[in-house]
């Protein structure tokens, strides 16, 4: 009987229409913002990490199909971030007994980060961990399994932060000042190259 583990979702399906390109690919430290957030998932030892893509998966998938990470296509991407959250923990299997949800347009989400979800879960018992960031409880965050059948039964627009929100009094919260940055538009990619 190995340990339940905590696993690690990866949401990269978007189309990114307001970036004009897909932002997955565009480079950040010597890498792409998405190889960014799958080396942290790896690095933080938590298993498995699975990478939900959806919108040009076939010229994505080659910048991270040499790592040791499950990829998963969700061809209902369209419909909004839900399906891919769904798509994600579908891909869990057995003896995981959390999951971390992070976006690959975060670029300051750090190992630190993930192992301070983990260990803010530990401590405290509480079945959501979500980052606290201007003013809001957002992602990364996580999820005891409890909360799985709620996390693949969000309406298709929605995303993990609307369980937060419903369930407020199962969360506790690690402070993560630069989640409320994320990269959506070539300003947003502009002001990330002068941080």
Known sequence: MTNPTI??????AGASTRMGKPKQLLPYQGRSLLRHITEVAIASKNQPVIVVLGANAEIIKPEICQ?????VE????ASGMGSSIQAGVNAL???VE???IALCDQPFVSVQVINQLVEAYRLTNKAI???EYAGTLGVPALFHHTFFSKL????QGEGAKQIIKKYINEVTSIPFLQGRIDIDTPDDYEQLQIM
């Open 129 to 131: 961990v979500a980052c």
């Open 74 to 77: 969700n061809l209902q991407w």
């Open 67 to 71: 790592l040791p990470v499950q990829i």
């Open 7 to 12: 696993g690690i979702i990866i949401l990269a």
């Open 98 to 100: 959390a999951v971390a």
């Open 152 to 155: 693949t039964n969000l309406k």
């Open 93 to 95: 299997g057995q003896n």
